[in-house]
């Protein structure tokens, strides 16, 4: 079984274009320095992880902050800078600025400011965030909200291009990374709240030219899954697996949208990301499998053929979109060298296939909260869906009460690290629940297509231990599907992980902390609190030879939101107004880069 | 087989009658509270200063800085839109931590002669 498909992934990664070499070794060979933090997971495999050790266990107590960077833009900053050499490239959420600083006196080489269309802003479901840039060819990507994919020259920010990608006005927006791959660049698209149809497309970096584009759900072509090759759980998934498990033309509006991350395994030329949310959160209207939404996807990323797919959550009931990052390790199971794929999916459980033919090898809940299902059948992958808390089956209109977890998963899109020297993985979780309630909602373009309410709790009231943390930073054994270390947080840990070979974690807390563990005991070693809640992702690189630590803080809040959208009044925007007068007075609700070093000599 | 995890440090438990005088600011959220009320009040002068200090004082008896810290969050993050932003609304101690950090600041507010005093 193997053999044919291991030898179909060398011929493809023989098939890349000679030209498309460049943009690839590029990527390679820039993220192979660990002076660099050059993509969004410090590789292409998105472990998180770095080589550089100058901090360590002994002495990341002695942590300072070396300097800070105000954005002075607020809302949620998510994701983390780009360091090449002796520049920073940083990003910020809507109006999505970018800022190139020079590392030696950090001042800002250039900045970027789109301009944008305001009416985007409501159309994003969950604040206007932006999860960051990709470098490659000498040009920064950045992935405006409003679809516009620019390439900037990263000498001088100018314009090289723009694209595309979607239409705000159908409720089309964008907060994804966009990664480089060979000569092109993959991105995604959000909206799964608003009916949108998921999408996976790539455009040549040289000018912006679309490469190949694939749908999440509709006709075969359209989805570039061949009904005789691309495989779910070893087996061809057949002609029209999508079609057939959606009513009608539902597909349509189907979600199944892209707004995670995207990982790449050079060797077998596969790019890899998961699908969100079918349309509409109102189960009871949508009836079927809703393939190929809630799924993990292997693609060719010359071609955007489908290799392999897997759907985690077939016909949600739960809003537990399958977008989480991958995370391509290889490790011993049962005594065997595998070449792996991580997924902490937001439904509870932690997934670990084989990349390179997807076959699924373990799935155990990596919060032991999780109650929706009692466990996957690992013949067919699917959840044993407890029928307690189906949505589907309690109906519309009533409330299933206890489901954990919450709609926003055991974990979201904060990204976990993985450290080769202890084979662990490091992952951010939420320990909250929900009570759920769906009702019927007509699909209007652009206007949310959510049809469900929730409430949400820690999980210690349905599990009834008493505790009422609603975050963990774990310690996981993909290999076996086991919590290694637990450390509970009062709030879920948004931030995404780092590990290094110094045998420290960092990670950051809503309350606004950086936080270093030790990476074999989950001892706290460090915790500094930066000007605000931190939901960005913890860097390392080095310049003039010594290693810094750099996070952004800011996750917005109703002040900032009332400012950015131009509110003026005390009592409007979201309500529970009148206790803040002055929106200024919460400036430190704006993005900060806080960057950490050792004292000299330390 | 299922290892049982190793639960490390205390669970976050609601503790907002935290023991008085817990006094544990560090020093770095000691200034910042100062000199954000000072910028509240209007202006760094002697007058903000010595209400603001006065102020801080009171709610570090009342609170201990974790609890400060995350009653801070639930105030500031209230608003949150979207779906994530229940996590600040909807769980019981969002309002109760709230409700503690508020009941301090009056409290500090009458005891510090802020505000009409």
Redesign the interface.
């Known amino acids: 079984m193997y053999k044919p498909l291991q030898s179909l992934a060398v011929l493809a990664a023989c098939a890349v274009l000679p030209g498309a070499v460049i943009a690839n070794d590029e990527v390679k060979s820039l993220t192979a320095d660990a002076n660099n933090w050059a993509i969004w997971g410090g590789d292409y495999a998105g472990t998180r992880y770095s080589e550089l050790d100058q901090i360590n266990a002994g002495n990341v107590k002695d942590l300072q902050v070396a300097w800070t960077f105000s954005t002075g833009v607020l809302r ?1 900053h998510e994701g983390g800078p780009l360091v090449m050499g002796d520049t920073m490239y940083i990003h910020t959420p809507f109006p999505n600025k970018v800022f190139a600083i020079n590392l030696a006196d950090q001042t800002v080489k250039w900045s970027y400011e789109p301009k944008q269309n305001p009416d985007t802003i409501p159309v994003m ?3 206007t965030v932006n999860r960051g840039l990709a470098f490659a060819d000498g040009k920064v990507f950045l992935q405006q909200a409003d679809t516009t994919l620019v390439a900037l020259n990263a000498d001088t920010g100018e314009l090289v291009w723009s694209v595309k990608n979607g239409d705000p006005a159908k409720g089309e927006t964008n907060t994804n990374a966009p990664v480089v791959i060979n000569d092109k660049i993959v991105t995604g698209i959000s909206g799964g709240e608003f009916g949108v149809r998921g999408f996976v497309v790539a455009y040549n970096i040289k000018d912006g030219s679309q490469a190949w584009k694939a749908y999440s759900t509709g006709p075969d072509d359209e989805m570039l899954i061949d009904p005789e090759k691309t495989t779910h759980l070893g087996q061809p998934v057949g002609g029209d697996s999508s079609l057939k498990t959606w009513e009608g033309d539902q597909w349509k509006i189907g979600g199944g949208t892209t707004w995670g991350w995207f990982t790449y395994d050079p060797e077998t030329n596969l790019v890899y990301y998961g699908s969100g949310n079918p349309g509409t959160w109102n189960p009871v209207v949508r009836p079927g499998d809703n393939r190929w939404s809630m799924t993990l996807w292997a693609r060719d990323a010359d071609t955007g053929m489908a290799k392999w797919v897997y759907q985690m959550t077939p016909h949600d009931e739960w ?1 537990y979109d399958g977008v989480n990052e991958n995370i391509l390790v290889d490790q011993e199971i049962n005594g065997e060298m595998r070449k792996l794929l991580v997924h902490f999916d937001r439904n509870g459980f932690g997934y670990t296939l084989d990349r390179v033919t997807g076959e699924l090898l373990v799935a ?1 809940k990596y919060d ?1 909260a999780t109650n929706w299902a009692s466990h996957i059948d690992m013949e067919t992958g699917r959840p044993q869906v407890v029928a307690e808390y189906s949505t589907h089956q309690n109906g519309a209109d009533v409330n299933s009460e206890g489901i954990c977890p ?3 998963g055991s974990k ?1 899109q904060q990204p976990a690290a993985y450290s080769p020297k202890t084979g662990l993985f490091y992952v951010p979780t ?1 320990h ?1 629940c ?1 009570d759920y309630e769906p009702f019927e909602v007509e699909y209007v373009a652009g206007q949310p297509y959510v049809g469900a309410t ?5 999980a210690g ?1 349905v599990t009834g231990d ?5 975050g963990n930073f ?1 310690a996981w054994d993909a290999t076996k ?12 840990v948004w931030s995404g992980a780092l590990a290094t070979a110094g045998d420290v974690v960092f990670y950051g807390t ?4 950086l936080k270093a563990v030790d990476s074999k ?4 070693l460090y915790s500094f ?1 930066t000007p ?2 931190i939901i960005g992702n913890v860097n390392t690189y080095t310049h003039d030879g010594k290693q810094y630590v750099a996070v952004l803080s800011g ?5 900032g ?2 400012m950015a959208a131009g509110l003026e009044g005390d009592t409007e ?5 009148g ?1 803040y007068r ?1 929106l200024s ?2 400036t ?2 704006g993005g900060v880069l806080t960057v950490f070093a050792l004292p000299d000599g330390a | 087989m299922i290892q049982r995890p190793l639960v490390l440090g205390a669970l976050a438990v609601l503790s907002v009658s935290a023991p008085a005088h817990a006094n544990d600011f560090p020093t770095v959220a000691r200034v910042e509270y100062v000199v954000k009320c000072m910028n509240k009040m209007g202006e760094q002068s002697y007058d903000t200063l010595y209400k603001c200090s006065c102020s801080l004082d009171h709610v570090a008896e009342r609170m201990s800085y974790d609890d400060f810290a995350e009653a801070s969050a639930f105030a500031m993050l209230r608003g949150t839109p979207g779906e994530k932003g229940g996590v600040f609304r909807d769980p019981p101690q969002a309002g109760e931590m709230r409700e503690a950090l508020d009941t301090a600041e009056a409290e500090a507010r009458s005891k510090c002669l802020i505000g009409g005093s």
């Not at chain 1, 599907?481 to 879920?492: A, D, K, M, Q």
């Not at chain 1, 809503?510 to 902390?513: I, N, P, R």
């Not at chain 1, 996750?555 to 002040?559: Q, R, S």
């Open positions: 949620g479901c969950c604040d809003d155990e032991p919450a709609a926003l979201d939420n909250v929900m929730l409430s949400m709790y820690p009231k008493g505790s009422s943390n609603m774990i599907g086991e919590i290694v270390w637990s450390l509970p947080e009062r709030f879920s809503l309350e606004g902390h005991t989950g001892k706290e609190k605000s809640g996750i917005g809040g109703w002040a939101i009332g925007g979201l309500g529970a107004v206790a002055k007075d919460y430190q609700l």
